[in-house]
């Protein structure tokens, strides 16, 4: 069965410091994989999507990025957060041929001060 | 432009009832339609979808309904159970070509009480 990491589960971080958030997936090969965001009562926003390795998609103006250097790992980094960064970060996993996520990793909880 | 909304932010229901779970979107190339469950401090899971050939798909408790002229789907439970209280969203998916990519509601909050 699949199985997808995230960490950290939380992290509180300064203005302008820089941002690191890991995913790795289990239990499949070539997934297509995405980072959503949850802000304060909002739905979740699809920020990156990747169909394979090095091959980024952005659905979003900001100042975040995403890098997917191995097959099950994705990467969502930033130089410099900003207080609008906050949220709850999600990634998730599909099968190259279904249409949607399939699983989601259990989130990590940002909070920048 | 919020193309999933969900106007409900929640909702509670008595044990036992039907829990109506409304969803509207306004992209009408949209093809498939999906609903997640969220408990507190985990991620979304898959519950049920349907694509946009049909218009009714049924899982047990759960049942999707889709009205493509209303642009408005909703899920239904019954009957609901206190351990379906959780955050639901709706999602839409406008090609299977686009990496799977969705275009979530707000959410709805569910509250079944004993």
């Known amino acids: 069965s699949q199985t997808i990491h995230q960490w950290p589960a939380t992290l509180v971080q300064p203005v302008g410091s820089p941002l690191s958030l890991e995913c790795t997936v289990e239990?499949?090969?070539?997934?297509?994989l995405y980072w959503y965001r949850q802000a304060a009562g909002r739905g979740l926003q699809l920020l990156f999507y990747s169909v394979g390795i090095g091959q980024i998609s952005s659905e979003v103006p900001q100042n975040l990025s995403a890098s997917r250097p191995q097959d099950r790992q994705f990467i969502l980094s930033s130089k410099k957060l900003l207080l609008s960064d906050s949220g709850f970060y999600l990634c998730?996993?599909?099968?190259?041929?279904?249409?949607?996520?399939?699983?989601f990793g259990p989130g990590t909880r940002l909070t920048v001060l | 432009d919020q193309q999933v909304k969900q106007n409900s932010p929640s909702l509670s229901v008595q044990e036992g009832r039907i829990s109506i779970l409304n969803c509207d979107y306004t992209?009408?190339?949209?093809?498939?339609f999906l609903w997640y469950k969220k408990y507190p401090a985990e991620g979304p899971t898959f519950l049920i979808s349907?694509?946009?050939?049909?218009d009714k798909n049924e899982d047990g408790r759960f049942t999707v309904f889709l009205n493509k002229s209303a642009k408005h789907l909703s899920l239904h439970i019954v009957p609901s159970q206190p351990g379906d209280s959780a955050v639901y969203f709706c999602?839409?998916?406008?090609?299977?070509?686009?990496?799977?990519?969705?275009?979530f509601g707000q959410g709805t909050e569910l509250s079944v009480k004993p």
């Open positions: 349907i694509s946009s050939i049909k």
């Open positions: 999602a839409a998916s406008v090609s299977r070509n686009q990496g799977g990519k969705l275009i």
């Open positions: 998730a996993w599909s099968d190259p041929i279904r249409p949607h996520a399939d699983l």
């Open positions: 992209n009408s190339m949209f093809d498939y």
């Open positions: 239990g499949t090969s070539n997934p297509n």
